[in-house]
């Protein structure tokens, strides 16, 4: 054990096995990738609401981006075109089976 | 002109004579305020995804046009005012964007010559 005095060179802290508590490990291995930057073909837009479905939880929220792996860009023009959807009845507000 | 695009959800127990009736009644606002290639597209009846005037399903046509904004604004006036229109939508009208070429005989993208210049300048 170092004594206080001692210290090493300044930087992030590096997991180890004394601090192993600290850092979790990593789940996520394989970086997600926008749907819609993959295939340049797929537009979005509000009439698909079998595509926007796959965006939309069970409760009919929109899923955050994180979750999905859409790029911002694509998730600003999601976000539209569900609202959108909504606006027309091809998309619920809300659930109301749950 | 732009091209727009409409949706709307008529009652669902109009009778078919009825919609026909509608989907003619919508052209000829449209053609009345000197729009052109007017294209009725019928969904048919859908499910809505909330109720809608106590509905649970409704009848869907879509309308794309070109049109200058004083016929959509007429177009919309018309479809507020009929009871018969659940809801209407319109916005404007993006082709789908066109499907890879796939096929081999499609022309290869050719590079764009050196126009940098102007866009440096």
Redesign the interface.
């Known amino acids: 054990m170092p004594r206080p005095t001692e210290r090493g060179p300044r930087g992030p802290q590096k997991r180890n096995a004394m601090n192993d508590d600290k850092f979790p490990a990593r789940r996520r291995l394989r970086r997600k990738v926008c749907r819609f930057c993959a295939d340049?073909?797929a537009?979005i837009?509000?009439?698909d609401s079998r595509m926007l479905e796959d965006f939309v939880s069970e409760r009919g929220k929109i899923i955050p981006s994180r979750i999905t792996g859409t790029c911002a860009w694509h998730q600003r023009k999601l976000t539209r075109s569900i609202k959108?959807a909504?606006?027309?009845?091809?998309?619920?507000?809300a659930s109301?089976r749950l | 002109m732009p091209m727009y695009e409409t949706?709307c959800?008529l009652h669902p127990e109009l009778p078919d004579a009825r919609v026909k009736e509608l989907s003619a009644w919508m052209q000829k606002i449209l053609e009345g305020a000197k729009s052109t290639t007017v294209h009725v597209d019928e969904w048919g009846m859908r499910d809505?995804?909330?109720l809608?005037r106590k509905q649970r399903r409704?009848y869907y046509v879509?309308l794309e046009y070109e049109a200058p904004p004083a016929a959509l604004k007429e177009l919309e006036r018309n479809l507020r005012i009929n009871e018969h229109v659940l809801?209407y939508?319109s916005?404007v009208y993006t082709a789908?964007?066109a499907?890879?070429p796939s096929t081999p005989s499609a022309p290869a993208p050719s590079v764009a010559p050196a126009g940098d210049e102007a866009g440096q300048q």
């Open positions: 340049k073909g537009g837009n509000y009439k959108q909504r606006a027309i009845a091809l998309l619920p507000y109301t | 949706l959800i809505l995804t909330y809608l409704g879509r809801r939508f916005t789908p964007p499907p890879p």
